[in-house]
């Protein structure tokens, strides 16, 4: 953030008085012409927060296509069939036992075996060949899709939290006064908050593994040289092996993130690619602070779309990717 804020000081301070904006929209008592200009406080915390948690899923999602992606140059664009799968695995392991938390490791084991097939079978045969891989991961997605709306039909699915995160909690941001002078408080979902301190948790061992551990190294090194990797003995193909279980995993339990507060359907799978696309070229390639920050950019841009410019929500997502691209190809904080 040092080196941001000294090659860019304006934009430093643009984002400065930003966050100053947004802190006092967020704890102070609004006036009326502000609830007059863009509705009611509560509307406006709403979709703040579910932007925020949103973003939190998405960076599940994307931290896994971000390592596949960003640091091993493989393009899968089955990253979406392996979050639907996951969460449809999440949801049937759940209904079966009984145990929400259970669902997780489920959906992780199985696409992690499912990545570590992908890449010995299909990416291992066609390294540095982008294209394709490109043309035969879509072929693996149409295939799976349709697999997947032959197996579990055309109808939603909810992944059911336990009690004790079904319920709402009460925050301290005031939403309103009462004519006698109480402050009404927002109360929000408990699992969103919970899911979005675990999005946070993961990100933070990610990025501690990725750059303080020697399993970090090796993949870095990997990356950068890997004929020269190789040369010292270190078994490549194992190391990217693990390194695609990984991201596959975490896609099928970012599935059953999804599962819990939003639902599973058809037509998931290419949302959260199109989604972990836009999150990368948003925030930048091949780390996971970019891909944070990125995610909640997006989820955030897609909520407030929602509510304010329904008509536009989409659009509203992909101008902020279009405008990056034309300012900043290398995204937000990534590297030229």
Same mark, same amino acid.
């Given at each position: 953030?040092?080196?941001?804020?000294?090659?860019?000081?304006?934009?430093?301070?643009?984002?400065?008085?930003?966050?100053?904006?947004?802190?006092?929209?967020?704890? #102070?008592?609004? +006036?009326?012409?502000?609830?007059? @200009?863009?509705?009611?406080?509560?509307?406006?915390?709403?979709?703040?927060?579910?932007? =925020?948690?949103?973003?939190? $899923?998405?960076?599940?999602?994307?931290?896994? %296509?971000?390592? !596949?992606?960003?640091?091993?140059?493989?393009?899968?664009?089955?990253?979406?069939?392996?979050? $639907?799968?996951?969460?449809?695995?999440?949801?049937?392991?759940?209904?079966?036992?009984?145990?929400?938390?259970?669902?997780?490791?489920?959906?992780?084991?199985?696409?992690?075996?499912?990545?570590?097939?992908?890449?010995?079978?299909? %990416?291992?045969?066609?390294?540095?060949?982008?294209?394709?891989?490109? @043309?035969?991961?879509?072929? =693996?997605? =149409?295939?799976?899709?349709?697999?997947?709306?032959?197996?579990? /039909?055309?109808?939603?699915?909810?992944?059911?939290?336990?009690?004790?995160?079904?319920?709402? &909690?009460?925050?301290?941001?005031?939403?309103?006064?009462?004519?006698?002078?109480?402050?009404?408080?927002?109360?929000?979902?408990?699992?969103?908050?919970?899911?979005?301190?675990?999005?946070?948790?993961?990100?933070? #061992?990610?990025?501690?593994? $990725?750059?303080?551990?020697?399993?970090?190294?090796?993949?870095? #090194? /990997?990356?950068?040289?890997?004929?020269?990797?190789?040369?010292?003995?270190?078994?490549?193909?194992?190391?990217?092996?693990?390194?695609?279980?990984? /991201?596959?995993?975490?896609?099928?339990?970012?599935?059953?993130?999804?599962?819990?507060?939003?639902?599973?359907?058809?037509?998931?799978?290419?949302?959260?690619?199109?989604?972990? $696309?836009?999150?990368? !070229?948003?925030?930048?390639?091949?780390?996971?602070?970019?891909?944070?920050?990125?995610?909640?950019?997006?989820?955030?841009?897609?909520?407030? /779309?929602?509510?304010?410019?329904?008509?536009?929500?989409?659009?509203?997502?992909?101008?902020?990717?279009?405008?990056?691209?034309?300012?900043? +190809?290398?995204?937000? &904080?990534?590297?030229?």
């Amino acid at each position: 953030m040092r080196r941001f804020a000294s090659r860019h000081p304006w934009w430093s301070a643009i984002i400065v008085v930003v966050a100053f904006i947004l802190l006092w929209m967020m704890f #102070a008592v609004w +006036p009326e012409w502000l609830s007059d @200009l863009i509705g009611s406080k509560k509307l406006f915390l709403n979709a703040l927060f579910n932007g =925020i948690t949103l973003g939190g $899923l998405y960076f599940l999602v994307a931290s896994g %296509f971000t390592l !596949i992606f960003g640091l091993m140059r493989n393009v899968n664009l089955a990253h979406g069939s392996l979050y $639907l799968l996951g969460g449809y695995v999440g949801y049937f392991v759940a209904s079966w036992t009984g145990y929400w938390l259970l669902a997780f490791p489920a959906a992780f084991i199985v696409m992690a075996v499912l990545g570590l097939l992908f890449q010995y079978f299909v %990416f291992r045969r066609m390294e540095g060949e982008d294209l394709r891989q490109t @043309l035969v991961t879509i072929g =693996i997605s =149409i295939v799976v899709a349709d697999l997947m709306l032959w197996s579990f /039909g055309g109808d939603f699915y909810n992944i059911n939290p336990p009690e004790w995160l079904s319920g709402p &909690m009460d925050t301290f941001f005031i939403t309103a006064v009462k004519s006698s002078g109480d402050y009404v408080f927002l109360r929000y979902p408990m699992v969103r908050v919970v899911i979005f301190a675990a999005s946070v948790v993961i990100g933070l #061992a990610m990025w501690i593994a $990725l750059n303080r551990t020697r399993i970090g190294m090796l993949i870095r #090194a /990997g990356v950068d040289d890997r004929d020269m990797l190789s040369a010292t003995g270190v078994r490549i193909q194992l190391v990217f092996l693990g390194v695609f279980a990984f /991201g596959a995993g975490l896609a099928g339990a970012a599935g059953v993130v999804g599962g819990t507060f939003q639902s599973l359907a058809p037509g998931e799978d290419t949302r959260f690619l199109l989604a972990s $696309l836009v999150v990368v !070229i948003v925030g930048g390639m091949g780390s996971i602070p970019e891909t944070a920050i990125g995610a909640l950019l997006v989820g955030v841009a897609e909520q407030f /779309g929602s509510v304010y410019f329904p008509t536009y929500a989409v659009v509203l997502t992909f101008l902020i990717m279009v405008a990056v691209l034309a300012f900043r +190809p290398q995204g937000i &904080m990534g590297r030229s």
